[in-house]
């Protein structure tokens, strides 16, 4: 199977990735390699729907008007309906999901909303990273338009070494 029709079937089909050169292709591969350093970066990119933050909403509970409200969004001063801000930023999770990295704190800059129809890049820059896999990481979004739209900061512990080989186990089968 290609990786394409993979990730597609996997449901990843906004997955891309900015890639160190020399590097495997595959991000989890790299990370079962122990080959993630402080100053790589990856990159997911996905547009985001209507649909998708009616999912959200009703997940989250999150009923702000402000997302299914064209009127009451227009009078806050948007230019139409805007996605929630954790649903855009959840794009740091498929990085980090891919990294099997377990998230111990986030932190976000809403700078700017993200509307449906939007096409989102989220740039996840591994800052510092410790001999434990203790990592501290920058994550900018940007718009098709280059716009910055969320800043954010991430904390995690990447998989040891043990972790990493159980990994490659299931991988293997």
């Known amino acids: ?4 029709d993979r990730r597609r079937k996997a449901g990843e089909e906004g997955f891309s990735r900015r890639e160190a050169p020399g590097m495997p292709a595959d991000i989890r ?9 402080a100053g790589d970066s990856f990159t997911a990119v996905r547009t985001f729907a209507r649909e998708d933050t009616q999912h959200f909403e009703e997940i989250s509970r999150d009923r702000n008007p402000v997302h299914s409200n064209l009127p009451y969004a227009r009078g806050k001063g948007f230019n139409g309906l805007i996605c929630h801000g954790l649903l855009v930023g959840s794009l740091v999770s498929e990085i980090g999901g891919q990294l099997a990295m377990l998230a111990s704190g986030m932190n976000f800059r809403f700078k700017r909303p993200v509307y449906f129809g939007d096409t989102i890049t989220c740039t996840l820059v591994i800052d510092e990273m410790d001999q434990t896999g203790r990592v501290k990481c920058s994550a900018t979004f940007s718009n098709q338009c280059g716009e910055t739209v969320i800043e954010g900061q991430l904390f995690g512990v990447l998989p040891n070494e043990k972790e990493r080989e159980l990994l490659q186990k299931s991988q293997d089968e």
């Open 29 to 37: 591969t790299r990370m079962i390699q122990g080959k993630v350093a």
């Open 1 to 4: 199977m290609k990786e394409e």
